[in-house]
T-cell receptor, first 114, second 112 residues
Framework: KAGVTQTPRYLIKTRGQQVTLSCSPI?????VSWYQQTPGQGLQFLFE???????NKGNFPGRFSGRQFSNSRSEMNVSTLELGDSALYLC?????????????FGPGTRLTVT | SQKIEQNSEALNIQEGKTATLTCNYT??????LQWYRQDPGRGPVFLLL?????KEKRKERLKVTFDTTLKQSLFHITASQPADSATYLC???????????FGSGTRLQVQP
């Protein structure tokens, strides 16, 4: 089975712009979670989607949003970018049944905001 | 508030020895705990999941223990190899159980 894929892998944006990141989960996985990873804060949960519904959201401002499509692919959007949004954005997929079990992570998108 | 602590200092050991990493948590009663490995510039890779009613779990050279009284998990790598060098993260279900909260990770360096 193909793993989790994320596009693009690298992105450079300017403050104030917006960005959309894409994630394709492992085939058959219906849950997609997004995480932000920075050296200072570590790996932090953004939100989780299952069957096109957001089931949980982390402690991030409303500039961070996401959605999931009927084929389980997910996108994440960050509007009005700030320098502090520079990070590695990771998505992870899982079967999504019951408790959130083991997560299968993609390679991440490295976002740099200048 | 919920808190997960992993030793932020790197752990350096000699090849062939057993590496032991610690994950402590407070204000949690997790149904399970997970361990991941992360290499630089890559996403974490799932290693093991241990449930609250399990004391110990093994997978090849890996062993995880889970003490809900001490609120601690220990992660062991036996017969360590330089290829085991990476950052190891523990994770517990977060608020509402539909999220994972990760520790900051411990970097392991295995010297040949």
């Amino acid at each position: 089975k193909a793993g989790v894929t994320q596009t693009p892998r690298y992105l450079i944006k300017t403050r104030g712009q917006q960005v959309t990141l894409s994630c394709s989960p492992i085939s058959g996985h219906r849950s997609v979670s997004w995480y932000q990873q920075t050296p200072g804060q570590g790996l932090q949960f953004l939100f989780e989607y299952f069957s096109e519904t957001q089931r949980n959201k982390g402690n991030f401002p409303g500039r961070f949003s996401g959605r999931q499509f009927s084929n389980s692919r997910s996108e994440m959007n960050v509007s009005t970018l700030e320098l502090g949004d520079s990070a590695l954005y990771l998505c992870a997929s899982s079967l999504g049944q019951g408790l959130l079990g083991e997560q299968y992570f993609g390679p991440g998108t490295r976002l740099t905001v200048t | 508030s919920q808190k997960i602590e992993q030793n932020s200092e790197a752990l350096n050991i000699q090849e062939g020895k057993t590496a032991t990493l610690t994950c402590n948590y407070t204000n949690y009663s997790p149904a399970y705990l997970q361990w991941y490995r992360q290499d630089p510039g890559r996403g974490p890779v799932f290693l093991l999941l241990i449930r609250e009613n399990e004391k110990e779990k093994r997978k090849e050279r890996l062993k995880v223990t889970f003490d809900t009284t001490l609120k601690q998990s220990l992660f062991h790598i036996t017969a360590s190899q330089p290829a085991d060098s990476a950052t190891y993260l523990c994770a517990l279900p977060g608020t509402g159980r539909r999220a994972l909260t990760f520790g900051s990770g411990t970097r392991l360096q295995v010297q040949p």
